[in-house]
């Protein structure tokens, strides 16, 4: 099964991780809110699957292109 990494598309902060480690999540089911500039932006879940890897925190820092998870796709 392919894994696929999900990417920031922003330079912000991680103000609220919506999923654990082995979780199944759908494609759209948001995952991750970041903060950026006061405002606050969702990143859902780019496929239906298994989260693999949280790579970041909340309250971590994150940079445009840095990997903040990591889902098993049940492709």
Do not use: C, N
Request: aromatic share 6%; proline share 4%; net charge negative.
């Amino acid at each position: 099964m392919p894994i696929h990494k999900v990417i920031s598309p922003l330079t912000g902060s991680i103000w609220k991780i919506e999923l654990t480690v082995g979780q199944a999540v759908t494609a759209g089911q948001s995952a991750v809110i970041l903060e950026s500039m006061k405002a606050e932006f969702s990143i859902d879940a780019p496929v239906t699957g298994i989260v693999q890897e949280i790579v970041l925190s909340e309250g971590d820092e994150v940079y445009e292109d840095d990997v903040i998870f990591t889902i098993e796709a049940d492709d």
